[in-house]
């Protein structure tokens, strides 16, 4: 059944793609020089790609796929996993860097879907407290994470942060060894790749287009 819905999609595409073309305002000198380039394919995955992540945030948000599904539970400790992020040449702050060795890493490897949820998603036009956001997504289906999450997205995924978005891990607070609460997150720079943390109080405010990471119950 999987091959035949395979190959009724397959067949679908060719005879949309095979329309565009023929419809192309350009005229046939112009298509005929575009697909013959070098390129094509790679640019033309890519716009999928790009595409497809657009329609998914149209999507209602129970019927929207993970954004990532991260393997958890690959370290053997704490230190371990430090230094594997080190080695790539992450940025990780002073209290980024405390919140690892805290945290309680998976025993065995296990694979977590981890769902992108704004404020927004949910209904929050202004800013929201962490702790109301936080029962707004769980009436919803989805619960805190695991922090681990955070640095294994970072050595996973870092390839796909786009420039200047920062992703929050939305699992429960850590407390560092300031007694501060802190949520990890991670985003791409000025073309830096960094874990950092945020201030993560149940009075934190958030604003409707903060992207968070949760998992379904």
Known sequence: MNGQSTSGTSRQWGMQVEGMCRNYGGGPRKLQLALEHPELKPRFYALLAELAAEREQMLPLLERGPK???QVGTFADNA????AIEAKGYKIGHWTRDLLGKIQLEKEPVAVEAFEITPGDVGFTDNVR?????AAVEKLGFIPIEPEVGPQALLQFSEKFELDVWRVIGSQPIVGSDEVLRLFRVGRYSDVVWLSANYGGPDEGWSPDYRFLFRRK
Do not use: G, K, N
């Open 130 to 134: 962490r702790d109301v956001f936080y």
């Open 80 to 83: 371990a996993m430090i230094e």
């Open 68 to 70: 990532w599904t991260v």
